[in-house]
């Protein structure tokens, strides 16, 4: 039983990570229809920043505040440079433009940073809390909850805002929007930052735990991303069930099969969901008017 609970304590640690970076992919698919490559590469901007900002003699909690504004103006920048230049281009030019901003970010981080693993400290300290025979670390507990504050934060800002809603009358249809007076180009830029501001406080969570490299955006932007097919591309609820879900497939692949085939377990099963559900668990069945 304690080895069970021991697994789900880390499934649903990972599993928080690639909620955060679902709901980033999320974010940007419902206000441009864009799948972000390059979202992976906003969480080890998060870590990496903070890891050197630190280092350099800024408090803790400084360093990744400041981390989190940076990685935001990066994906304001990606949006402005980027993408909203080609805005009228084919959506498979802009996931390739996003593809081309990832490897050109891991590119500078490679030149800025080094290529060395690194960590920071945690919270709260190192020492484990044991939960009927299971440990659990005290940043664990930190990852999963700033996962659900982010995702309570984002609930709040589309339901409760007018500039949540703004953004999802644009991601309903782009030209009715505009016809009503909502600033499309703002609400792509707030997209773009939202979602790198995530990315970032992931890798800022996550760091402690699992140390951070120039080249751990690869990784996580395909996890995230199936993830978020796995809950339904487009559903913010979606995005956080189908990151638990990947996280507690690969920690019980790891832990009663074999390390080795977590990441292929992950993936037949999502594509397993997918073949019966193509629109994911919780996404919409498109129509089409004839």
């Known amino acids: 039983m304690s080895e069970l609970l021991q697994f789900v304590f880390s499934g649903v640690t990972v599993g928080a990570v690639y909620a955060l970076v679902a709901l980033g992919f999320t974010i940007i698919y419902n206000a441009s229809d864009v799948v972000n490559f390059s979202q992976g590469e906003f969480v080890m901007l998060g870590g990496m920043t903070t890891v050197f900002l630190h280092a350099a003699g ?34 498979v030019t802009l996931i ?23 960590r ?5 300290g190192d020492a484990p809390f044991v939960v009927a025979g299971a440990t659990i670390l005290p940043q664990s507990l930190w990852v999963v909850f700033g996962a659900a504050v982010v995702f309570l934060g984002l609930y709040g800002f589309f339901t409760r805002t007018l500039t949540g809603k703004a953004v999802l009358a644009t991601a ?22 939202l979602s790198a501001a ?19 955006g690869i990784t996580l932007a395909l996890k995230g991303f ?14 956080l069930v189908g990151g638990l879900a990947v996280g507690l497939i690969e ?3 790891a832990g009663y099969i074999s390390s080795s085939y977590k990441d292929a377990a992950a993936f037949i099963v999502i594509l397993a969901v997918l073949f019966v559900m193509p629109n994911g668990m919780f996404g919409k069945t498109s129509v089409n008017r004839v």
Not at 62 to 74: N, S, Y
Not at 98 to 114: E, K, M, N, P
Not at 172 to 193: D, E, I, Q, Y
Not at 198 to 216: E, N, R
């Open 58 to 91: 800024l408090p803790l909690a400084a360093a990744a505040i400041l981390a989190v504004v940076i990685a935001a103006a990066v994906g304001i920048a990606l949006n402005k440079l980027a993408i909203e230049p080609a805005r009228n281009a084919s959506v």
């Open 120 to 124: 920071f400290p945690s919270f709260s």
């Open 172 to 193: 309903n249809n782009r030209l009715a929007a505009k016809l009503v007076g909502v600033n499309t180009n703002f609400v792509m830029t707030l997209s773009f930052a």
């Open 226 to 239: 199936a993830a978020a097919m796995l809950g339904g591309m487009g559903n913010p609820f979606g995005a």
């Open 251 to 253: 920690a019980m692949t």
């Open 96 to 118: 390739i433009i996003t593809i081309g901003a990832s490897i050109f970010l891991r590119g500078v981080a490679q030149i800025v940073f080094d290529k060395q693993l690194h």
């Open 198 to 216: 995530i990315g970032a406080v992931a890798g800022v969570l996550v760091t402690p735990i699992t140390l951070t490299s120039y080249d751990i």
